[in-house]
């Protein structure tokens, strides 16, 4: 199993981004994919969340701002980065949750720069 996360990037702040990640191999089904970032010298934290039922979950600071989403169909989630701040940049992580021929497990993607400067 694989995870290919992309669509990081420079951007001034206020601007945008959409980030993808899709899931590739061996996979029965997905259960939740999810957003991380670690910003230096911090912790990874999670940033947005979604369960195969389109049930959602944020992170406190970009509630609002961000949305994500995500398409069963080609085990792919998607992260609308809106209104983005200096304080965004980190690098993003995604993470699915997933059963395979080996039961269940976590994947982690390998991360895609945002930074959000002027």
């Known amino acids: 199993v694989q995870l290919q996360a992309c669509g990081g990037g420079l951007v001034q702040p206020g601007g945008s981004l959409r980030l993808s990640c899709a899931a590739s191999?061996?996979?029965?089904?997905?259960?939740?994919m999810g957003w991380y970032r670690q910003a230096p010298g911090k912790q990874r934290e999670l940033v947005a969340s979604?369960?195969?039922?389109?049930?959602?979950n944020y992170a406190d600071s970009v509630k609002g701002r961000f949305t994500i989403s995500r398409d069963n169909a080609k085990n792919t989630a998607y992260l609308r980065m809106n209104s983005l701040k200096p304080e965004d940049t980190a690098v993003y992580y995604c993470k699915a949750g997933l059963y395979n021929q080996r039961g269940y497990d976590d994947y982690w993607g390998q991360g895609t720069q945002v930074t959000v400067s002027s």
């Open positions: 191999g061996s996979i029965f089904s997905i259960n939740v």
């Open positions: 979604i369960t195969s039922g389109g049930r959602t």
